[in-house]
T-cell receptor, first 111, second 116 residues
Framework: GDSVTQMEGPVTLSEEAFLTINCTYT??????LFWYVQYPGEGLQLLLK?????DKGSNKGFEATYRKETTSFHLEKGSVQVSDSAVYFC??????????FGTGTSLTVIP | DTGVSQDPRHKITKRGQNVTFRCDPI?????LYWYRQTLGQGPEFLTY????????KSRLLSDRFSAERPKGSFSTLEIQRTEQGDSAMYLC??????????????FGPGTRLLVL
């Protein structure tokens, strides 16, 4: 069945460091892929998404490229800030009827 | 746009009791989703509604769980005869769907259930 595998955390980085959080998926065809973020004390919110292979989604300095050949959707940011400290979830929507989330990766950015 | 709201935010109950949670979606959204999230895990899909119709149910949704969305607006999730394993955060989300995949879901703050 469909699934999402996400890099385990927690991840601790210094401010301005480069961030990568790996996400790979298992699904037939071309699912839609998402990154959701959960800031402390808040609900999940969409960070970015891609619905087509080879697309690159971006938001708030974060980027992720939908790579069909490696079934991956890794999240990257060139220079993290303390305010980026949160839990990041990779997610998949295959048919519009089934939705799968990864286990989440906790990021702490220290000044 | 007041966002997705859930009530109550916290619920403590004894094993064997029934509990009911409410979700109010964003007003123009036609889809409403329920998820369960346990500590250290991502949200697990339970079910979703398109307007008042319940279109998909996960195998996680045992016969002790029932969800309704009677008028296509708010939804309730009831758990009967609660068990300690039901302790989790129950998340509601809504979206404006045109029938394809890739639509953004907007999440509520969740209801945290503790079964003693």
């Amino acid at each position: 069945g469909d699934s999402v595998t996400q890099m385990e955390g927690p991840v601790t980085l210094s401010e301005e460091a480069f961030l990568t959080i790996n996400c790979t998926y298992t699904a037939t065809g071309y699912p839609s892929l998402f990154w959701y973020v959960q800031y402390p004390g808040e609900g999940l919110q969409l960070l970015l998404k891609d619905t087509k292979a080879d697309d690159k989604g971006s938001n708030k300095g974060f980027e992720a490229t939908y790579r069909k050949e490696t079934t991956s959707f890794h999240l990257e940011k060139g220079s993290v800030q303390v305010s980026d400290s949160a839990v990041y979830f990779c997610a998949l929507d295959h048919t519009g009827n089934q939705f799968y989330f990864g286990t989440g990766t906790s990021l702490t950015v220290i000044p | 746009d007041t966002g997705v709201s859930q009530d109550p935010r916290h619920k403590i109950t004894k094993r064997g009791q029934n509990v009911t949670f409410r979700c109010d979606p964003i007003s123009e959204h036609n889809r409403l989703y329920w998820y369960r999230q346990t500590l250290g895990q991502g949200p697990e899909f339970l079910t979703y509604f398109q307007n008042e119709a319940q279109l998909e149910k996960s195998r996680l949704l045992s016969d002790r769980f029932s969800a309704e969305r009677p008028k296509g607006s708010f939804s309730t999730l009831e758990i009967q005869r609660t068990e300690q394993g039901d302790s989790a955060m129950y998340l509601c989300a809504s979206s404006l769907s045109f029938g394809s995949s890739g639509e953004t879901q907007y999440f509520g703050p969740g209801t945290r259930l503790l079964v003693l």
